[in-house]
């Protein structure tokens, strides 16, 4: 007996969202890495430099496009934390925003796609902050 399973997505119409919504969240999780790796041995120029570094790098792997522009876009969050919260809470502060940041690109993507939210919030939550 064969059963038909009919679900639809908005996926068709969204796919420079799904681009831009990866390449954001590529840009968090690298960056947020790199800049708590730092942080760990060194000061908030040093941080920032890093971060800078990490930011133009990782665009310019992504070529061209809506993964470039949306993989600077989500490095951005993680370098303005650094940048404006109290040196010695770098690590803690770019890690719980990072997550945080990622969870509101999980409810944007799933919400432009037709997804159910929570299961799309848990999953890139989850994976970004593996």
Do not use: Q, Y
């Amino acid at each position: 007996m064969e059963r038909n399973h009919c679900e639809e997505h908005d996926v068709a119409r969204v796919g420079w969202l799904r681009a831009a919504v990866r390449g954001a969240n590529d840009g968090i999780i690298s960056t947020a890495s790199l800049i708590m790796g730092v942080a760990a041995a060194s000061g908030r120029a040093e941080v920032l430099v890093a971060g800078m570094a990490g930011l133009v790098a990782g665009a310019l792997s992504m070529a061209a496009g809506a993964s470039a522009a949306s993989f600077a876009v989500g490095a951005a969050l993680p370098m303005a934390t650094a940048a404006l919260v109290p040196e010695a809470g770098i690590s803690l502060w770019v890690t719980v925003l990072s997550l945080i940041f990622l969870a509101v690109l999980g409810a944007i993507g799933a919400k432009a796609g037709g997804a159910p939210m929570a299961r799309a919030v848990a999953r890139v939550t989850f994976w970004g902050g593996l």
